[in-house]
């Protein structure tokens, strides 16, 4: 079982999308959750992979834009809860660039990680009803 909440990063969210290897597994873990966080960074990063692939050759344009409209959807229904970037997240995030000295992250990298701590703060806040 996965933590909870959990937050999907860009990486984890294609993978709900996208055929690879151990994504039906990932899918299989992450069903009938009702406590995965996205952020409005890992959507438009999700639609950059996309539009990649389909410039690679390995996804057409229709499987493009149906899977980024199901995502988009699945968002706006309200399956996936949001965390969205606000001044606090820029801040933990930049924290963790200059005290994680060894670990090489990248501003985009950081941010998803200050992400899910937001994601995990409001969830707390949520389930104890502070």
Do not use: K, W
């Not at 990486?11 to 409005?40: C, H, P, Q, W």
């Not at 399956?79 to 995030?93: F, K, N, S």
């Not at 992400?115 to 389930?127: P, Q």
């Amino acid at each position: 079982m996965l933590p909870s909440p959990f937050y999907c990063d860009t990486s984890a969210l294609l993978r709900l999308y996208v055929r690879d290897a151990g994504s039906e597994e990932f899918n299989a873990i992450t069903a009938g959750r009702t406590d995965v966080f996205v952020s409005r960074l890992a959507l438009t990063e999700v639609v950059s992979a996309l539009a990649r692939r389909r410039r690679q050759g390995s996804l057409g344009d229709e499987a493009v834009q149906r899977i980024r409209r199901t995502i988009m959807r699945s968002v706006e229904d309200g399956i996936y809860q949001h965390v969205d970037l606000t001044i606090d997240v820029h801040r933990r995030a930049e924290h963790l660039l200059v005290s994680l000295i060894e670990i090489p992250l990248r501003a985009a990298d950081a941010l998803h990680l200050a992400l899910a701590m937001s994601a995990r703060r409001r969830h707390s806040h949520r389930s104890t009803g502070a």
